[in-house]
Structure formats: C-alpha cells, structure tokens
C-alpha cells in the first residue's frame, strides 16, 4: 500500500489520483492506496479543493464522476491545499501546466516552484514523477536540484497519454511510458505503476530523457499529421479534387500507412498548440505545421468571406453562427480552441454579430441555444463535429433554413465535413454548401 501525493488537481491529476485511489491492489495489513490531491488555494482555482471533498469534479466526466464518490465513500482520497502530507508519502506526483509564454518558450517558474515546496516535505527513498509534459532535459534537472538540497529520491517522467472525454480509458488503454533519471528511479516507479494497474496496463521502461521525448514527440507528430492533412485538403479545393476520396485512395496503400487525418478549423487543447514548440529550434518540419494549423481559423475565414460577397452580404451587415465552441468533439474543452481565433477573425474583418452554440458547453458565457442561435442569420460555420449537433444535420433543415435570413440562400461552411452523407440534399434545397477539402462542389 502506497501512500501518494499529487500536485495539480485539473485534467491530468485528478484522474491519475482517482485511478491510483480506486485501485483494485488492496494491502491485506494496510488496505488500499491513500492519495492526497494537493490543490493551490487561489481565487482562480481554489474552489477545486472544497468541491472535490464533496464529490464534485469541475468538469463533465460520467466515469471519472463515479472513480471520486467510491474513492470519497471508500476515504481512499482527499483534496488538501497543504504539502505537509507529503511527509507521510511514498509516492508524490507532479501534475501541473506547463504553458508556454508569448514567444512559445516554455514557462517552467511554477514547476520549479512546486519542486521547491516538495523538497521542503519530501523524505529519503520517495518517489518522485513528473507526469506533466516538459521539455527534454527537465526531469534531470529537477533530479539535480533534488539531489542539491541533499534528499535522496527516485525521480522519473511518466508523462500523461489522456484526453477529455476519456480520461480513465486512455490510462488503461495505452502503455504508460516509465523514464528514469537512473535504473533504481525506473525500477522504483514501475514497481508502483505496476501495483496501481495490478500489472494490466503495460509499462514502457526508458530513460528520463526518451520518456520526455517520446511525449513531445508523439504530440509534434500529431500536430504534424494534422497539418499535412490541412495542407493537401486546401490543395484538393484548389485544384478542384476531393480530399475524401483522396484520402481514401491513398490508405489503399495498407502495408506503409499514410495516416492522413481529417482537416478542419484548427488544432485546439492544451498539448498539441504547444508541445510542438518544444522541438522547434532543430527541427524545422515542426514550425511549419504549427504554422499551418494556426493559419486554418484564417483559412476558413477566407471561405465564408467568399460566400457572403458572391451572395451581396456585406461584412459589417453579416450574422454568423458558429457550430461548436470546444476544440474537441464531445467535450466541454475550451482550451486554445481553435474557435475563439475563428471569431476574433471575423470581428476584426468587421463582422459583429457573431454567435455560437455549443450545448456541451451551456455554462459558458455567450453561448446561444438552438434553434435561437439561427434567428435571421446569414451563414453557419461548423467547428466542432459533436455528435449531438448529427440530429440538426438529418432531421432540421428545414427548420433551420426557416430560421436564418430569407433574402437570400441560407451559407452552410462546413468546417468538419459533417454533412458527408446529407449534403446533396442540402443543395438540392437550395443552400449555398462550401465543404473544407471539397473543390470538387
């Protein structure tokens, strides 16, 4: 049985406290793992600590929801503001953000400050990870200040592989990456994990230095895949193609997949806008799909400014409404949403009556319902490809159409490729239907 400390109760901490507080490994003398979740108490964030006491979480998560009332009722877990609990762990681990400043260099005065205040708390023959994503060579370094203030820890990078909306299936789904700053530090910190997952989930062994670089790495080759995927989309309008059967064509080629990806908006959240700057200095190919998928909210904006002129819409006269605020399908994520650049875009091009609708993010200010959202509206913009937004596309149409504006073709941009299957309808029915990827329309 572990006793375990984990700093930063957001997107990342909060599951890896309540998966290692549900764990189903149970000590016969001493029970199951207890987990301390260490929350700063500030006016921004502050609020976590009492709520989560309670079972609240402060964001929408169904399972995860369930992992905090068994972890509450089985008082495997408790939210404090206080470090001094890490005097009785063996196990503390760091889960907090790692932004990046305005020049894209990585702002890392917090961590080093959290890093501070365990070395206060921390004992001989603890083990210390380093969940968050960090730039390759920082895992030493805290090792270093560590090793400086003469405490003897195990330390290693366990970098986190989760999103929203799956937050507990990512952890068991894919194998979880163990970097040591040396071969104890591994052995100690798989000894754990492996205790935690009751040996289910598999455990990848490697250096600090790899483990910090297979995290940016995957997350820089992501972002790159989806900028390649980006860029031939803007060239399949251009040349007059399709991208979707492009795409297709292409993963014929099964034995050496392509891995072509869907094109859209942009690229929102808070790793792949960022973890690609990691890498940017050496390697250029990184700079220019952080380029490119920063450019598509502009992309986009080109589109629909297009449409609004061939129909005789003025800019300063336009009503837009925007499908989708989070970044990501299915979830109430806001971070970096691509979205929010869309619309600072369009107000800057004079566009002032800018609405969005977003029902997984109803408690956000601004945010329209439907069908209110649509009331004399010349143009949609879908950003976010919800499945709650399929019922609109199949079955309100008309409905639609008879809301937005009626002296000229109601605009659909579709920035997804939402209406696939429908769009001939669509068409037909007379709207004006401008599909990313689609030169061929």
């Not at 609020?47 to 006491?53: T, V």
């Not at 989309?233 to 869907?262: F, H, S, W």
């Not at 890498?279 to 449409?307: C, D, K, W």
Request: glycine share 6%; with cysteine.
């Amino acid at each position: 049985m572990y006793n375990v400390a984990v700093v930063g109760m957001g997107y990342v901490g909060i599951p890896e406290a309540l998966i290692i507080a549900n764990s189903d490994v149970v000590d016969r003398v001493y029970g199951k793992h207890r987990v301390y979740g260490i929350q700063r108490d500030s006016i921004q964030s502050g609020h976590k600590i009492a709520e989560l006491n309670v079972g609240i979480l402060p964001f929408k998560d169904d399972e995860l929801l369930g992992y905090l009332k068994t972890a509450l009722m089985d008082r495997t877990f408790q939210c404090t503001p206080s470090y001094s609990c890490i005097e009785k762990c063996d196990v503390v681990i760091i889960a907090v953000q790692t932004p990046v400043d305005i020049y894209h260099n990585f702002d890392l005065i917090n961590l080093f400050n959290i890093v501070d205040k365990i070395i206060e708390h921390i004992k001989d023959k603890t083990i210390l990870i380093i969940a968050s994503t960090v730039p390759p060579g920082t895992t030493d370094r805290i090792a270093s200040v560590i090793q400086k203030s003469g405490k003897n820890v195990y330390v290693a990078h366990a970098p986190e592989r989760v999103m929203p909306g799956k937050l507990i299936e990512n952890h068991h789904k894919y194998p979880r990456i163990i970097g040591g700053v040396n071969q104890a530090s591994i052995l100690h910190a798989m000894h754990f994990y492996n205790d935690v997952y009751d040996e289910k989930v598999q455990l990848f062994p490697t250096t600090s230095i790899n483990a910090e670089l297979i995290k940016t790495g995957e997350n820089a080759v992501r972002d790159a895949q989806i900028a390649i995927s980006n860029q031939l989309a803007c060239i399949c309008e251009d040349a007059g193609g399709n991208y979707y059967t492009v795409k297709q064509g292409i993963d014929t080629l099964k034995d050496v997949p392509r891995c072509l990806l869907m094109p859209g908006l942009g690229v929102g959240g808070p790793c792949l806008t960022k973890d690609g700057y990691l890498l940017l200095n050496q390697h250029g190919m990184f700079s220019v799909a952080r380029e490119v998928n920063e450019s598509m909210p502009r992309y986009i904006f080109s589109t629909l400014n297009r449409e609004l002129l061939a129909n005789g819409i003025k800019r300063e006269h336009a009503k837009v409404a925007i499908f989708g605020l989070a970044y990501t399908p299915n979830s109430e994520d806001t971070r970096n949403s691509p979205t929010t650049d869309f619309i600072r875009i369009c107000k800057d091009a004079g566009i002032e009556d800018v609405r969005v609708y977003d029902p997984h993010c109803c408690d956000v200010e601004g945010v329209w319902e439907f069908p209110t959202v649509l009331q004399q509206v010349d143009a949609i913009v879908v950003a976010t490809a919800h499945n709650a937004f399929n019922v609109h596309w199949c079955c309100d149409m008309d409905l639609m159409k008879s809301k937005m504006n009626q002296l000229h073709p109601p605009i659909f941009i579709d920035a997804r490729n939402v209406l696939s299957n429908v769009y001939p309808k669509y068409i037909k029915s007379g709207w004006v239907y401008s599909c990313i990827g689609r030169g061929d329309l």
